[in-house]
């Protein structure tokens, strides 16, 4: 089960990871900060630089802490909460992967919250520092509050598009 346990984390976390690093960075086929800047822009997001920032940086530091088995309750707090943001920017193209929808978050999401029922395993940081088992009245509200604070933050950096993209849009469509 152990082994198991970590392989999970190292996939999903260093997938999340790496996802954050795209956001930032030049590397794992990333467009830059100016690219991640444009990314949130384009689907909706308000604040621009310091919204690819805050994102890249979460992805990357929930990510990494999966992989490490740290903190298993909080990382996959943080984990749901950047995939579910992820998620309402897919739901508009559906479900399935293959039109851009939002399966591929979900599943995220999902895996995240397995983690942090299951605990970590022996091979992780958490076991080392003798903090698992987490007691299930700190992971439950983890798994809640991550999904919540997803939604939260798409509620409040959204911005309605511009007069000239309401026009390209409706163009678009006919």
């Known amino acids: 089960m152990d082994a198991g346990l970590l392989l999970l984390r190292l996939v999903v976390g260093l997938l999340i990871a790496g996802h954050g690093v795209q956001k930032v960075s030049f590397r794992l086929g990333g ?16 604040g621009g630089r310091l919204t690819a ?3 890249g940086a979460s992805q990357i530091g929930a990510g990494l802490f999966l992989t490490a088995g740290l903190l298993m309750p909080l990382a996959a707090m943080a984990a749901m909460g950047v995939m579910t943001v992820a998620g309402t920017v ?13 399966e591929y978050p979900v599943v995220l999401v999902a895996v995240s919250a397995a983690l942090a029922l299951t605990g970590p395993g022996r091979w992780s940081l958490d076991h080392v520092l003798g903090v698992t ?9 983890a798994i809640v509050l991550g999904p919540v604070s997803g939604l939260l933050t798409r509620v409040v950096l959204h911005r309605p598009p511009a ?5 390209q849009y409706a163009q678009a469509a006919e």
């Not at 467009?31 to 308000?46: P, V, Y």
């Not at 007069?163 to 026009?167: C, L, N, S």
Request: hydrophobic letters at 35%; aromatic letters at 14%.
């Open 90 to 102: 897919k739901r508009p193209n559906g479900l399935w992967v293959q039109n851009d929808g939002y």
């Open 163 to 167: 007069a000239t993209e309401r026009k």
């Open 53 to 55: 920032i805050v994102a």
């Open 133 to 141: 088992p987490w007691p299930l009245w700190g992971v439950l509200p």
């Open 31 to 46: 467009r830059g900060l100016a690219g991640g800047t444009e990314e949130f822009r384009h689907d909706g997001f308000r």
